[in-house]
């Protein structure tokens, strides 16, 4: 296993435009998390799945953000009408429900540059 | 609400010298609290962990120690080396399992040959 994965590694786009993000779990992993992080400051949650059920969404994701993991495997993260505020890191990361006490393996990243 | 607080960088040493991040939490229930570490270039990865108080977490020379009466697990390494210059992240999770983790804003380090 390659571990978690995520595509594309950097995205350079204008305001406004939208923008999608991939992320490839560890494959036998249930649940996959979305986190931001700007420069300085530690990641903030967005959401996150178990299997491909939407457990919760974080207050910073806007109703310009949506996230979905289809058939439980693979997670899509879109932000519509990108703003200057959105450039950041995003991160993914995946755990095991059963697993080793909440550990949570990151891809990384994709660094977002909102011009 | 549930938070973490971690000391401010950036912090300098030269190698051989003794590390202290110190890291509060604030948390309802009994979290779960993790140092990750995020060298240059990389993603974040888990360091150490401990998921109950008085547990002491290890790894790579590295350790800390679950303190609940104080809410603290404070970052200690013994003798740093330049290969330990990244940036270390304190975060919790409230109430145990597999739950979205809350991080601390982050101390880089600097060891100096």
């Known amino acids: 296993d390659t571990g978690v994965s995520q595509n594309p590694r950097h995205k350079i786009t204008k305001r406004g435009q939208n923008v999608t993000f991939r992320c490839d779990p560890i494959?036998?992993?249930?649940?996959l998390y979305w986190y931001r992080q700007t420069l300085g400051q530690g990641p903030e949650f967005l959401t996150y799945?178990?299997?491909?059920?939407?457990?919760?969404k974080s207050r910073l994701l806007s109703d310009r953000f949506s996230a979905e993991r289809p058939k439980g495997s693979f997670s899509t993260l879109e932000i519509q009408r990108t703003e200057q505020g959105d450039s950041a890191m995003y991160l993914c990361?995946?755990?095991?429900?059963?697993?080793?006490?909440?550990?949570?393996?990151f891809g990384p990243g994709t660094r977002l540059t909102v011009l | 609400g549930n938070s973490v607080t971690q000391m401010e960088g950036p912090v300098t040493l030269s190698e051989e010298a003794f590390l202290t991040i110190n890291c509060t939490y604030t948390?309802?229930?009994?979290?779960?609290l993790f140092w990750y570490v995020q060298y240059p270039g990389e993603g974040l990865q888990l360091l150490l962990k401990?998921?109950?108080?008085?547990d002491k977490g290890s790894n790579k020379g590295f350790e800390a120690t679950y303190r609940k009466e104080t809410t603290s697990f404070h970052l200690e390494k013994g003798s740093v080396q330049v290969s330990d210059s990244a940036v270390y992240f304190c975060a919790l999770t409230p109430s145990g399992g597999n739950t979205p983790l809350v991080f601390g804003k982050g101390t880089r380090l600097s060891v100096i040959a």
């Open positions: 401990a998921t109950k108080a008085d």
């Open positions: 799945f178990q299997n491909e059920a939407q457990l919760e």
């Open positions: 948390a309802t229930g009994y979290p779960s």
């Open positions: 494959s036998e992993h249930n649940r």
């Open positions: 990361a995946s755990s095991s429900q059963g697993g080793k006490d909440n550990e949570q393996f």
